[in-house]
């Protein structure tokens, strides 16, 4: 399947911010990346804060895709909010987007969510909606029978969130042992 020039300008954006700072991403450059006019990016995104803001909600779906994945993975129940955890950190590692919606540390690098800094009141993508949306899923992925595992997906999303502020060392696979152990993994639930 051929990407829609939309797709195609934000892989080029996403792939200019990580390699260089957001203000130093210039239009003109994800354009001639993307294979598309500076016109039809203007288009799409109506200008460098409307791409910031499309970069913010597709790095925020990507995560919440992977969240699904590891709801909908093979085994119980705690293995499933391991997963959740351990897909939180690596994701949070693998794009500085994902970190700061999760942390709501953002700095002058990162092209803001829609709402933060531009128009005080107005709400922004942040690590309030993205747990509301975790909670939400696991809502659903979750018999009624194992509702409590629904309620716990959050706080396996907190403590994940907590290795993001104070990382253990070294950071990757069983680094969440923690969590493995919180949550009974090694149970049949």
């Known amino acids: 399947m051929v990407p829609t020039a939309r797709e195609s300008l934000l892989e080029a954006a996403g792939a200019a911010l990580a390699a260089r700072p957001w203000p130093a991403v210039r239009m003109v450059d994800v354009a001639a990346v993307a294979g598309v006019s500076r016109q039809t990016l203007y288009n799409e995104f109506a200008g460098k804060t409307g791409l910031g803001h499309a970069l913010v909600r597709r790095d925020a779906a990507w995560y919440l895709d992977g ?94 969130m907590s290795y993001l502020v104070a990382p253990a060392e070294p950071p990757g696979p069983g680094s969440l042992e923690l969590l493995r152990l919180f949550n009974g993994a090694g149970r049949t639930a």
């Open 67 to 160: 969240v699904d994945r590891a709801l909908a993975s093979p085994g119980g129940c705690a293995a499933r909010l391991a997963e959740v955890a351990e897909w939180t950190v690596t994701a949070s590692h693998a794009r500085p987007l994902v970190r700061a919606l999760l942390t709501g540390c953002w700095n002058g690098n990162l092209p803001v969510p829609a709402g933060r800094g531009v128009r005080p009141g107005l709400p922004a993508l942040g690590p309030a909606e993205l747990l509301r949306s975790v909670r939400e899923r696991a809502d659903a992925a979750f018999a009624p029978a194992e509702a409590e595992w629904a309620q716990r997906c959050e706080l396996a999303v907190r403590l994940a």
